[in-house]
């Protein structure tokens, strides 16, 4: 069973500019998360999709981020402007139907900011 | 306001050595909490899934145990390897009206050989 697929694996951009992230999640998986983890600390939940809806983006910074999965299956996160506090691994998951099931996770994107 | 700590933030063990890492949180209003661990530079893997309705699981050498009333899981590692080396994240999905997913900050572990 293939994994949780992202790209691009690493990214360096000016503040100020606009970067893309993408998500293949696993095959038959309707919820997708994106998380963002900053270096020396845990992953902070940005948005939860189930299906091509969202279920929870309380945490995103709406001003400058956005997501997308449309057709409830691959996932776009955009940052735009990019500010210096936005260097992170940007990390991709998703499980099954409903909240009981495992997340799996995908490689993540180092995204750095300079 | 929920929160997830994990202490110790590092430890080093020798190999072969039974170990017990730890992971509190605030709120006992809680429908499962995940152990993972990440390798430097690599995605989480997940190791063990706990129900709030469950005491403990099991898979290979790890044992997760969770107590609600004390706010408490516990990740058992028996005969540690070299191969164990990571840092060990807990996970636990909260729910007061609605659901919040929050991470601990994780324990670094080092197995020397």
């Known amino acids: 069973e293939a994994g949780v697929a992202q790209s691009p694996r690493y990214k360096i951009i000016e503040k ?38 969202v279920v929870d983006d309380s945490q995103l910074p709406k001003d400058r981020f ?47 900011v300079t | 306001k929920q929160e997830v700590t994990q202490i110790p933030a590092a430890l080093s063990v020798p190999e072969g050595e039974n170990l017990v890492l730890n992971c509190s949180f605030t709120d006992s209003a809680i429908y499962n909490l995940q152990w993972f661990r990440q390798d430097p530079g690599k995605g989480l893997t997940s190791l063990l899934l706990i129900q709030s ?34 840092t060990y994240l807990c996970a636990v999905r909260f729910y007061s009206g609605t659901y919040k997913y929050i991470f601990g900050t994780g324990t670094r572990l080092k197995v020397l050989a």
């Open chain 1, 16 to 53: 100020r500019q606009s970067v893309a992230f993408w998500c293949n999640p696993i095959s038959g998986h309707a919820t997708l998360y994106w998380y963002q983890q900053i270096l020396g600390q845990g992953p902070k939940l940005l948005i939860q999709f189930q299906n091509n809806g």
């Open chain 1, 66 to 112: 956005s997501a997308e999965r449309l057709k409830g299956v691959d996932s776009t996160l955009k940052i735009q402007p990019a500010k210096l506090e936005d260097s992170a691994v940007y990390l991709c998951a998703s499980s099954l139907e409903n909240l009981a099931y495992e997340q799996y996770f995908g490689p993540g994107t180092r995204l750095t």
């Open chain 2, 53 to 86: 309705s469950q005491r403990e699981q099991t898979s290979g050498r790890l044992n997760a145990s969770l107590d609600k009333s004390s706010g408490r899981s516990t990740l058992y590692i028996a005969a540690s390897q070299p191969g164990d080396s990571a």
